[in-house]
């Protein structure tokens, strides 16, 4: 019975193992070497006997194997020549950005550069600045994030605090802008002649016709505004604190050689060196 059935089924089997080979039709000969040594060719129909079973089994087992050898080098090609090509498109991507991020820090700089020396001609001009031929303080403050203030003052002027040797882990940045050269890398094209207002000196004592100092009739000078002065920042100091992002700026300015005179007695004296 179980003759008969393998009998009945052995064209169809013959029928779906040509059907499979004939797909790998080439030009190129094949045979299957039985182990009586003798060659059976793949390409005609095979006689289904013990002997080309098993020496097809024998095959199939051998080209498994191989196929398992060669699968990891073959990934491993595979790998190595895309990652330059990965590599290449990340560096390409990252590059990009980079440039474009950098480009946009500078602007935002550059904006914040110029809100600055605005806010110091405007302070110049102002009635309550008043230029007496010393050296004037200005001061004001602003609120930066820590990304602006890095952004802004980053590798700028003398960093005094934090540093290795001075309060390392202080949350309270200071900077000083000593030099002619540390203003001008922090302002860059920004920098530009800066005008003032000059005063007398108040508070002096002032005779009045018929009277002594001290006595009846005598007064006390006023200070008086007489024009404006070129102005020029001597140096400044940066205190950040992280904690409230508070930014306080102290500018300290100077006349133009010249340009200021002293005061005694609301006259003038002798020209600012």
Not at 33 to 60: F, G, N, Q, W, Y
Not at 194 to 207: E, I, Q, S, V, Y
Not at 223 to 248: H, L, P, Q, W
Request: with cysteine; hydrophobic share 35%; charged share 25%.
């Amino acid at each position: 019975m179980t003759t008969a059935k393998a009998t009945e089924n052995t064209p169809l089997r013959q029928s779906i193992v040509l059907a499979a080979l004939d797909k790998g039709k080439s030009s190129r000969k094949r045979t299957l070497t039985l182990v009586s040594k003798a060659e059976v060719d793949l390409m005609s129909s095979l006689p289904l006997t013990a002997e080309v079973l098993e020496a097809m089994r024998a095959r199939i087992i051998e080209l498994e194997d191989e196929l398992a050898q060669l699968r990891p080098t073959k990934r491993a090609r595979t790998n190595d020549s895309s990652e330059p090509a990965t590599l290449t498109a990340a560096s390409t991507s990252a590059a990009g950005p980079s440039t474009a991020s950098a480009k946009a820090d500078e602007k935002k700089r550059k904006m914040q550069v110029k809100k600055v020396f605005d806010r110091l001609k405007k302070e110049c001009k102002s009635d309550a600045v008043k230029f007496q031929g010393t050296l004037k303080t200005i001061k004001f403050d602003e609120v930066y994030s820590e990304a602006e203030f890095e952004c802004l003052f980053s590798g700028k002027g003398l960093l005094i605090q934090p540093t290795p040797n001075n309060k390392p882990k202080s949350t309270v940045t200071i900077i000083h802008f000593d030099t002619q050269a540390h203003i001008e890398s922090f302002f860059g094209d920004e920098l530009k002649p800066l005008k003032g207002n000059h005063w007398t000196r108040g508070g002096m004592p002032a005779r009045k016709f018929g009277a002594g100092f001290g006595g009846l009739g005598s007064t006390f000078t006023k200070s008086v505004k007489t024009g404006a002065v070129d102005v020029a920042i001597r140096s400044f100091e940066v205190n950040y604190s992280k904690n409230n992002m508070k930014c306080t700026l102290k500018f300290e300015f100077k006349g133009a050689r010249g340009t200021l005179p002293l005061y005694r007695y609301g006259n003038p004296y002798i020209p600012i060196s």
